[in-house]
């Protein structure tokens, strides 16, 4: 099955939001960093806006990303952050040698300066299935730090050693397959980590096939006080007979706590919107973030100049139409394509707009901000 990254999140704020198709691998592998699933997107180069919400349920810009790539190969991510700290722009090159994943470059902007700053650079060596990972931490160099990761035909990655870190301390993470729902489906799979004294079993996942020979779902037992314990399960919906994900909710008993993921597809089936709620158990689900991807990416190393970043969400939609925007919004007007102007209302409290009345079709809304307008066409749906 194709791998799913929603932003390819390797950026440290974004890694809870990554997630895979199958369950199966949960752990990264050095390339993941290097490639996309371009189909699930808008177009091949595209941007998207990260929201959170505050306490009082509103959704809150925090970030934008924009991607470039080329054949499925990430060549370039640059993001940046609405309240950033000292650093408000970060930017990774990727490079390849004979179509194997070379290196990553890094690279940072101080808050209110223009010029890029080196922020370090990661490089991979391979020999046959073992993979020489080394790394750069901003701030804490350790050039003879190396990471390793070995490939099996079954889990791609099978399992993971940290060599040399500060302090002579290594560990290793592996994977190993009990049993299977067909050839190169495990249905259970063991986790295993190493100290520099011993081997523990740490996880044993069991996963749910249907018939399309699709993960539907995983349980997880923890091994935790000597004993394996249940720790939760993960389930996810497709979108009929594809391999679009529809849904994903994961349970965590330990912590009482559920999360419920939500794709949205635009009218050519391409990835258009994803939502993150969460809720302890037996309360409501609350929306914590909100990430909605645009066809065409947009500059961003000025947002925090003011620079118009505006988004309209779902599209197409059959009841409500959401928008944001990083400056204010005074007016909006609704136009059919006829030019005939169908509603006119301020905005200065508006975040949402009622369409259900609208017959099925298409429609423009224009935005008007201090000086200038901004139009967006959505899609009525039935």
Avoid: W
């Avoid at 505050?54 to 925090?62: E, H, P, T, Y």
């Avoid at 924009?66 to 190969?73: A, E, G, H, R, V």
């Avoid at 650093?87 to 890029?116: A, H, I, V």
């Avoid at 980590?193 to 997880?220: C, M, N, Q, W």
């Amino acid at each position: 099955m194709k791998k799913l990254f929603l932003l390819l999140f390797t950026c440290p704020l974004f890694s809870n939001a990554q997630f895979l198709t199958n369950f199966i691998e949960p752990y990264k592998t050095p390339q993941s960093q290097f490639y996309l699933d371009t189909s699930i997107y808008p177009s091949t180069n595209f941007s998207a806006f990260d929201y959170s919400t505050n306490n009082s349920g509103d959704l809150i810009l925090r970030s934008q990303y924009n991607f470039i790539t080329s054949n499925s190969k990430l060549l370039s991510r640059q993001y940046t952050f609405t309240n950033p700290g000292e650093f408000d722009y970060y930017e990774t090159n990727y490079e390849f040698k004979n179509g194997l994943p070379s290196q990553m470059r890094y690279f940072r902007r101080q808050k209110d300066q223009t010029l890029l700053e080196p922020d370090g650079i990661d490089s991979f060596a391979y020999d046959g299935k073992l993979i020489k990972y080394k790394y750069y931490l901003s701030g804490n160099q350790n050039p003879n730090t190396q990471k390793e990761y070995v490939y099996d035909s079954v889990f791609g990655i099978k399992a993971t050693f940290m060599r040399n870190l500060p302090g002579l301390i290594e560990y290793s993470a592996m994977f190993d397959a009990k049993a299977f729902h067909k050839a190169y489906l495990p249905a259970i799979v063991s986790t295993y980590g190493d100290s520099e004294f011993e081997r523990k079993l740490y996880r044993t996942s069991y996963y749910t096939y249907d018939s399309l020979d699709r993960v539907i779902a995983a349980t997880d037992s923890v091994y935790l006080f000597n004993s394996l314990r249940l720790d939760g399960y993960r389930r996810i919906v497709y979108k009929g007979n594809s391999l679009k994900i529809d849904s994903i909710i994961e349970n965590n008993i330990l912590y009482n706590e559920e999360r419920l993921y939500l794709l949205e597809y635009d009218s050519q089936e391409k990835l258009s919107q994803f939502s993150r709620y969460e809720r302890k158990i037996n309360d409501e689900f609350k929306l914590k973030q909100r990430i909605v991807y645009t066809k065409n990416p947009l500059g961003i190393r000025d947002l925090n100049k003011k620079e118009l970043i505006f988004s309209l969400y779902p599209n197409p939609s059959s009841d409500f139409v959401y928008f944001q925007a990083n400056q204010k919004i005074k007016q909006i007007s609704l136009y059919d394509l006829q030019a005939n102007k169908l509603l006119e209302q301020n905005a200065t409290d508006i975040k949402m707009l009622d369409i259900s009345s609208l017959s099925h079709g298409v429609y423009l809304i224009c935005f008007e901000f201090e000086g200038k307008k901004y139009f967006e066409r959505f899609i009525k749906s039935k």
